[in-house]
């Protein structure tokens, strides 16, 4: 349905203010307002009396890591990637809050005509200048639906770039503490080479005296080989880590820790993982996943209101002139009201209302499993916690026995009481058990790494201001060659 009206006057503001008013009065706003039951426990499995900051990795006292971690929180690319997606959800919200507002377009022209009559040419000029103006009457809240749908779109994005942040700093400390657990492997197979070098120097004594076969000191030999292979696997490792490290910190790869003393932190009592529902709601990719499915029935609110009826209103105001200064003498101004009802859309919006219908169900389904993820997540690493603790005293008890048989049997070995074997035998257990102190040592460190990050929420996080490792639209778009230009920057 289309209304016309004509005027030059006043008329035309009257006219317009009052069926804005009528519209905006009969505006019936769909709440979309939700609440969402999930069974959380009262409590956790375990409690612990520290609490932990929520720059968490402050916990460790370790400067290196906490110069680390900066530096990744400023270079890291796929965090300066998650703020660039952040730019863009906002971006595409204060899009969706443009089409609230009316718009407004100007126009001018000259048309110039050629007449010719009985051979004498004459040229005429025209002016013109006019004004267009539009405005749709937000009937049954679509464009706010829409709007608050966009805005929560960035909120959820919001949470990802903190949830980014978290996961990068427990990257970054688990990186760092395997480093301390390879260089204590590297040390310690570099002390097992010299005691199985030193072994095999009595089993090579004990064969010139007929007290010990071939065999044994091909035995001993092959156990020298054999820790010199393990070290080789450890330098790998070590030069591995380093590349990881260099990466997550923006950097090429690059052995940056070759010489450092990195070492395995002191730790600080359980943290209190406090109350389950709390705990969730800090934690940003919670928050993160209830803020898509309040958008995701905004979006549903926006679908449905589009099967109703629209109204939108238009006007103009035209002026032309064969001169410029009559140009503005004469104006021509009309207003215009359209109402459009779907009558046939061989079932698009019906089946867009279904589609929506399904998002929103699958958004509610997937925050959900975040919630049980996160419950789980906490729950693992609380009980790892116990459990990794009382393996690595057991190996430490395992370890001190281990010590006291393998210099026992050397011992009786010497005196010529027991065979090599037995001697072989203890000294493989023995190092077998000072590697295994060491690695479940690493394992109780990088569970309470996973510890700090299931329980944290988040801090004022900032994002840099100064971003030279990234290429940007303005920076190249002077460039002749944009390729060329971005190969060298690389």
């Not at 002016?127 to 937000?138: C, I, N, P, R, W």
Request: charged share 25%.
């Amino acid at each position: 349905m289309t209304l016309m009206f004509y005027t030059n006057k006043r008329w035309l503001y009257w006219l317009g203010t009052a069926i804005l008013f009528l519209a905006l009065g009969g505006c019936a706003r769909r709440s979309v307002d939700m609440e969402i039951p999930i069974d959380v426990p009262d409590t956790f499995s375990f409690k612990g009396t520290d609490s932990a900051p929520d720059q968490w990795w402050l916990a460790f006292e370790d400067t290196d890591l906490d110069t680390l971690i900066e530096q990744s929180l400023q270079r890291n690319l796929d965090l300066l990637a998650a703020w660039d997606r952040l730019d863009q959800a906002r971006a595409a919200a204060q899009k969706v809050d443009s089409t609230l507002w009316p718009w407004i377009n100007g126009q001018a022209g000259v048309s110039r005509r050629r007449l010719e009559t009985g051979g004498r040419v004459d040229y005429s000029t025209t002016y013109s200048m006019g004004l267009a103006a539009g405005y749709e009457v937000d009937l049954w809240s679509q464009l706010e639906s829409a709007q608050q749908a966009a805005w929560l779109s960035v909120e959820a994005q919001q949470e990802a770039v903190h949830t980014m942040a978290i996961s990068l700093a427990a990257s970054v400390a688990d990186t760092w503490y395997q480093l301390a657990e390879a260089k204590a492997l590297d040390r310690l197979t570099q002390e097992q080479i010299v005691t199985n070098q030193q072994v095999l120097q009595i089993v090579t004594t004990q064969f010139r005296k007929g007290g010990a076969s071939a065999a044994d000191v091909l035995r001993q030999r092959q156990l020298v080989a054999a820790t010199e292979a393990l070290k080789i696997v450890v330098k790998e490792t070590m030069h591995l880590l380093q590349h990881r490290l260099s990466i997550l910190i923006g950097m090429p790869p690059s052995l940056a820790w070759q010489n450092k003393d990195v070492s395995f932190p002191p730790l600080r009592p359980l943290p209190d993982p406090g109350i389950p529902s709390d705990v969730l709601w800090r934690r940003p990719d919670v928050r993160g996943g209830y803020r898509q499915v309040q958008a995701a029935d905004y979006r549903l609110a926006a679908a449905i209101a589009d099967q109703y009826p629209s109204l939108s209103l238009s006007g103009t105001m035209e002026t032309t002139a064969p001169s410029i200064h009559d140009l503005f003498d004469d104006w021509l101004a009309n207003l215009i009201a359209n109402a459009v009802q779907p009558l046939m859309d061989a079932g698009l919006r019906k089946a867009e209302v279904r589609r929506q219908q399904a998002l929103r169900s699958e958004s509610l389904h997937l925050w959900q499993q975040i919630v049980l993820d996160s419950l789980k997540e906490v729950e693992d690493t609380l009980v790892q916690e116990q459990y990794l603790k009382q393996t690595l005293d057991n190996l430490k008890q395992q370890l001190g026995l281990a010590r006291r048989t393998s210099e026992q049997n050397r011992e009786r070995y010497i005196k010529g009481q027991i065979d090599y074997i037995r001697v072989l035998e203890s000294l493989q257990s023995l190092q077998s058990l000072e590697r295994n102190v060491i690695l479940a040592r690493s394992q109780v460190v990088r569970n309470r790494i996973a510890l700090y990050r299931s329980l944290a929420g988040g801090w004022d996080l900032v994002r840099p201001e100064n971003d030279e490792t990234s290429l940007t639209a303005s920076s190249l778009k002077d460039d002749k060659n944009t390729a060329e230009n971005a190969k060298e920057r690389l």
